[in-house]
């Protein structure tokens, strides 16, 4: 039981249920104790920092509230709507409707993929280049269920090449850089001469290209909404876990400078890869170790800019084609509205660097950082100098993920070892974005499914649903 005399974990009355704890209340921590709850297990959640959210968790300024990755989503991102569905949040429904732009030649160019033709009417392509497009379907009904979001590793055997060479081999030059290498660079912060052509291949099946939105109040009001649907303690960090030798986990907690621990039938590290490492001691293999220890991320820098005036009435988000040197990756334009998450009347401009000028920068003062970006975006709107109220860096050393060529067959080789362990009767399961895909939806699907495996592994408990 979690015999953790100062954490607030509520829940402890109930004895019967099946008790597993979750450490971090990121995306995928929350989405695996939410699911694990709903499924009537008893659940405590630990997190090491005051507030959840981790990597998702917006900054809020002068009333502005600044989302690190913008809280983009698309009707691709089905698992996320659902489950702000669940939550009973239909405030945060339906998206704002964003209008999807590409920079070429010093001007910004509506543009639609959705479409055979939108993909023709992107500046750079001619039709006839478009039309190569239409062999894209038709591959991917070849790779099958190869190609499936839910199950990375099953895609081992076609994470073989970078995604700049397979756009090029099967759909031209102008293609990849105008199209398929955008796609991923704003989802992923990937480089496609590195990403694995895996990850562009699940963006399609998945619905890349649908019509991007923003959630229409903060994101925060949805991880706050998770995190109290669960029994949380939040200020609490994990520092060690173990098995136990009748079966399940022990683990030691740290709150403040008082240390304790506390044991449940299962464990879901729902923490970044390296820092899952951290806490496993000798309880993981070489193999496991290794797997974790390899997992890359791209930095993340970013600059936001409360403005004013707004530039749009809608919503706009511009992709750049990458360039040596060149150090914008998107903006994303949001107009305020009443009631929203920036102010009516004003308006944010979230500036992303792309990922290789974020690893050069990313030490670099803010002044520099802010500088080198306004005067990126200045060359296509002159106006954004003196525009701003207030402007903060955002930095993340380990932003988002990285995909690269023979990620999807670590994962197979990890999913592998993971099975081992669970037939072996281990108790420890993972989750987080490094094991489905970079973003928000995977991040939650990767919950989802650390709670499937736990509850495979107990079997069904019998608590009601906490939420
Ligand atoms: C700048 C930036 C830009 C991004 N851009 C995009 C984008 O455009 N599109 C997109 O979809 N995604 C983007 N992302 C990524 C997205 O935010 C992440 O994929 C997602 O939030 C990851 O969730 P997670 O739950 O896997 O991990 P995390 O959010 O990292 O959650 C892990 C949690 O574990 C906690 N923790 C760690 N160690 C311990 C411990 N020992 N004990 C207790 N708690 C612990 C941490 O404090 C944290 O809260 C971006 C992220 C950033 C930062």
């Not at 190609?147 to 073989?160: F, M």
Request: glycine residues 10%; hydrophobic residues 45%.
């Amino acid at each position: 039981m979690f015999g953790f005399g100062f954490v607030d974990v509520r829940g402890l009355r109930r004895m019967a249920a099946k008790q597993v704890a979750v450490v971090g209340a990121g995306i995928a921590g929350l989405g695996a104790a939410w699911r694990l709850a709903q499924r009537g297990f008893q659940v405590s959640l630990f997190e090491r920092e005051q507030r959840p959210g981790g990597r998702a968790r917006p900054v809020i300024r002068e009333n502005f509230t600044i989302e690190r990755a913008g809280a983009i989503v698309s009707a691709a991102d089905g698992a996320l709507l659902s489950w702000i569905g669940e939550l009973e949040l239909p405030e945060l429904l339906p998206p704002r409707p964003v209008v999807s732009a590409l920079a070429h030649r010093d001007r910004v160019r509506v543009i639609d993929s959705r479409s055979l033709l939108g993909v023709a009417r992107i500046p750079g392509i001619r039709i006839y280049q478009a039309l190569r497009v239409l062999r894209l379907p038709r591959l991917v009904a070849r790779y099958g269920n190869r190609i499936d979001p839910e199950r990375p590793e099953r895609a081992a055997s076609l994470d073989d090449r970078s995604l700049a060479d397979f756009g090029r081999l099967y759909f031209g030059v102008r293609v990849m850089e105008q199209w398929m290498s955008p796609l991923v660079t704003r989802a992923a912060l990937a480089d496609a001469r590195e990403a694995s052509r895996v990850l562009f291949l699940h963006h399609y099946r998945d619905g890349a290209g649908e019509r991007l939105g923003l959630l229409r109040l903060s994101s925060q009001e949805l991880i706050d909404r998770a995190a109290s649907s669960v029994p949380a303690s939040l200020g609490v960090c994990v520092t060690r876990v173990e098995s136990r030798s009748g079966g399940g986990v022990r683990f030691n907690l740290r709150e403040g400078g008082r240390e304790g621990f506390a044991k449940a039938d299962a464990i879901v590290l729902a923490l970044p890869a390296p820092e899952a490492v951290e806490l496993a001691g000798a309880e993981f293999s070489f193999a496991e170790r290794d797997a974790l220890e390899k997992v890359r991320y791209a930095p993340g820098l970013s600059l936001a800019i409360a403005l004013r005036r707004p530039f749009h009435t809608h919503p706009q988000q511009i992709q750049f084609p990458h360039r040596e040197g060149w150090p914008l990756e998107s903006v994303l334009l949001e107009p305020g509205v009443a009631g929203g998450r920036v102010p009516e009347g004003r308006g944010l401009a979230l500036l992303r660097a792309t990922g290789s000028w974020s690893a050069a920068y990313f030490e670099a003062p803010d002044g520099t950082v802010s500088k080198a970006l306004i005067d990126a975006l200045g060359r296509f709107f002159p106006r954004v100098h003196g525009a701003g109220i207030f402007t903060e860096v955002l930095r993340e050393k380990r932003a988002v993920p990285r995909f690269d060529v023979g990620r999807y067959r670590a994962i197979a080789d990890f999913t592998r070892i993971q099975a081992d362990w669970r037939r072996r009767g281990r108790r420890i399961y993972f989750a987080g974005d490094y094991l489905m895909g970079p973003g928000w939806n995977a991040a939650l699907r990767s919950g989802y499914r650390a709670a499937a495996d736990v509850e495979e592994d107990l079997g069904p408990s019998t608590q009601s649903a906490v939420a």
